[in-house]
């Protein structure tokens, strides 16, 4: 099956929550670059079997381990906050299935991911390298305290909520980068978080909207 009316359905409720959520996001459309790498992803590929039906509703799944895959539409304005160039050195913590991991390297030239969970971060790097993706790395740790050997990073994404930004993952974004990080307790308000920093790395913070991420854990 091609599921080629789902994936466009998928990209029009995309478009729908950007249009609902404008005056919040100050976007009222995302950049084409990232429409076409939600399209090109197949979210199917990344879900259980026994979720593959749902796989374009625009909702989160779960997807084993207490673990969920992203809303398509956060996913996407995920990806549009960071501003990724071609050239643009991403660090992702949280692979889970690797979904949004495929989404940056469908844009970015690298994309260092860290998933604290062995199965999920297993299964993501062979789910990626099966389906081609040669610019991935995938590592098993926690992911609060960065990749120090990589960085700095021209863009941090962070889907698990933390209680506050990681000291460590502000140290590593390059000056002129973007971070998108969910702040929150479990079960409280989240809000998406967007750091912008300048050319002298002096760092400005905006809340972006409320969100519903799973814990970040940190110091395991
Ligand atoms: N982006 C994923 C969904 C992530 S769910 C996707 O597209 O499928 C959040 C993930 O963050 C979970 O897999 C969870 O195990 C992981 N996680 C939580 N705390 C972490 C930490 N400190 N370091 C690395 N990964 C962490």
Redesign the pocket.
Same mark, same amino acid.
């Given at each position: 099956m091609s599921f080629e009316r789902e994936r466009r359905q998928m990209l029009a409720d995309i478009e729908a929550d950007v249009a609902f959520t404008r005056e919040l996001t100050g976007r009222d459309h995302l950049d084409e670059s990232v429409m076409t790498a939600m399209y090109q992803v197949h979210r199917e590929d $990344?879900v259980p079997d026994s979720q593959r039906h749902a796989s374009f509703r625009d909702g989160a799944l779960p &997807?084993g *381990?207490g /673990?969920?895959? +992203?809303q398509p539409y956060i &996913?996407a304005l995920m990806t549009d906050l960071l501003d990724l160039r071609a050239d643009s050195v991403v660090l #992702?913590?949280? +692979? !889970?299935? !690797? *979904? /949004?991991?495929a989404v940056l390297a469908q844009l970015a030239s690298k994309v260092y991911s860290? #998933?604290?969970?062995p199965e @999920?971060a297993q299964a993501a790097q062979q789910r990626l390298t099966d389906l081609g993706y040669d610019n991935v790395e995938i590592h098993c =740790?926690? !992911? +609060?305290l960065g990749w120090p050997e990589n960085a700095p990073f021209d863009g941090i994404i962070v889907? =698990?909520a933390a209680a506050s930004i990681p000291p460590a993952l502000l140290a590593q974004l390059k000056p002129g980068g973007r971070m998108v990080i969910p702040i929150g307790l479990p079960n409280m308000h989240q809000d998406l978080m967007l750091v912008t920093s300048d050319q002298q790395g002096k760092t400005e913070i905006s809340k972006i909207l409320g969100v519903a $991420? &799973?814990? @970040?854990? #940190?110091g +395991?």
């Open positions: $990344f &997807v *381990y /673990q969920t895959i +992203s &996913v #992702e913590i949280g +692979s !889970g299935t !690797g *979904y /949004q991991t860290i #998933e604290r969970i @999920l =740790a926690d !992911g +609060s889907t =698990a $991420f &799973v814990p @970040l854990i #940190e +395991s």
